[in-house]
């Protein structure tokens, strides 16, 4: 069965600071891998798309990684902004079967302090 | 092109009714997700349905649930006798019948709240 962790649960940073999110899952059988954003009481934001063919994606101030065969992607946010601040989902897509399903991390609350 | 929506965005139930989700997808999917946020917890996955469909219902709860995809009209997330558990937040997600990078798009959600 897939689990997807994330850590840390929660992060605190001032304004400017470079950060690191990460993620991992037990099974390196996944299609793909997304980092969604979400703020409170809202739905989901997506950030970036990883193919599980490929190693890195960017966009902006994003930076995503995956190592597929160790089962880890990191979300990499340059000069960090008041902005950012949201709740930072991670998930694997599976397919299965003929079926295919998203299984998301509990996320990583990040706070950017101005 | 209009995002997925769903309606209503909150929905107040009292114990014992029903409540009934809706999800249109975006123009042109016809594949279509469900998932469920509990407080302090993550997304996890309910169904998977096409068009008139059920592709795959594992996530779903034995009971009292039940989802569908007409032909004509938005996909329907049923849930009968609803109990204080049930409050959490409800997401679709739909994604296209052929596309390069296979990405689910989120709706904004229904937050389900029984008293």
């Known amino acids: 069965k897939q689990e997807v962790t994330q850590i840390p649960a929660a992060l605190s940073v001032p304004e400017g600071e470079n950060l690191v999110l990460n993620c991992s899952f037990t099974?390196?059988?996944?299609?793909?891998l997304q980092w969604f954003r979400q703020d409170p009481g809202k739905g989901l934001t997506s950030l970036l798309l990883?193919?599980?063919?490929?190693r890195e994606q960017t966009s902006g101030r994003l930076n995503a990684s995956l190592d597929k065969s160790s089962g880890r992607s990191t979300l990499y946010i340059a000069a960090s902004q008041p902005g950012d601040s949201a709740t930072y989902l991670c998930?694997?897509?599976?397919?299965?079967?003929?079926?295919?399903?998203?299984?998301f991390g509990k996320g990583t609350k990040l706070t950017v302090n101005p | 092109n209009a995002g997925v929506m769903q309606n209503p965005r909150h929905l107040v139930r009292r114990r014992g009714q029903e409540a009934r989700l809706r999800c249109s997808p975006m123009?042109?999917?016809?594949?279509v997700y469900w998932y469920r946020q509990l407080p302090e917890e993550g997304l996890k996955f309910m169904v998977y349905?096409?068009?008139?469909?059920?592709?795959?219902e594992s996530g779903m709860p034995k009971e009292r649930f039940s989802a569908e995809f007409p032909k004509e009209g938005p996909s329907i997330l049923r849930i009968q006798q609803v109990v204080r558990g049930d409050s959490a937040a409800y997401f679709c997600?739909?994604?296209?019948?052929?596309?390069?990078?296979?990405?689910?798009?989120f709706g904004p959600g229904t937050r389900l709240t029984v008293t």
């Open positions: 099974d390196s059988a996944i299609y793909n």
């Open positions: 123009k042109g999917h016809s594949h």
């Open positions: 990883i193919q599980s063919s490929q």
């Open positions: 997600a739909s994604s296209p019948l052929a596309t390069i990078s296979y990405e689910q798009y």
């Open positions: 998930a694997v897509r599976l397919l299965q079967g003929g079926s295919e399903k998203l299984v």
């Open positions: 349905l096409q068009k008139e469909n059920i592709i795959d």
